[in-house]
């Protein structure tokens, strides 16, 4: 599964902290760009989606 190759990945030390942090970053900003026509910004965390609302507007974002 996804989780146990990041737990892999982070015992071997091949996670880079300093590149998931501004990948973060740049996804905040894209999905932020997308989202400011529906007047919601956002702080990506790892609740951010659970809802489906964020998502829903994301995608809207996307498709138009």
């Known amino acids: 599964s996804y989780m146990e190759k990041v737990e892999e990945w982070e015992r071997e030390g091949l996670r880079d902290p300093a590149w998931e942090k501004q990948q973060r970053i740049t996804f905040t900003a894209w999905c932020n760009s997308l989202l400011r026509k529906a ?4 702080d990506i965390s790892e609740e951010v ?3 489906g609302l964020i998502l829903m507007l994301l995608l809207e974002g996307i498709s138009s």
């Open 39 to 42: 007047v919601t910004l956002i």
């Open 49 to 51: 989606f659970r809802y």
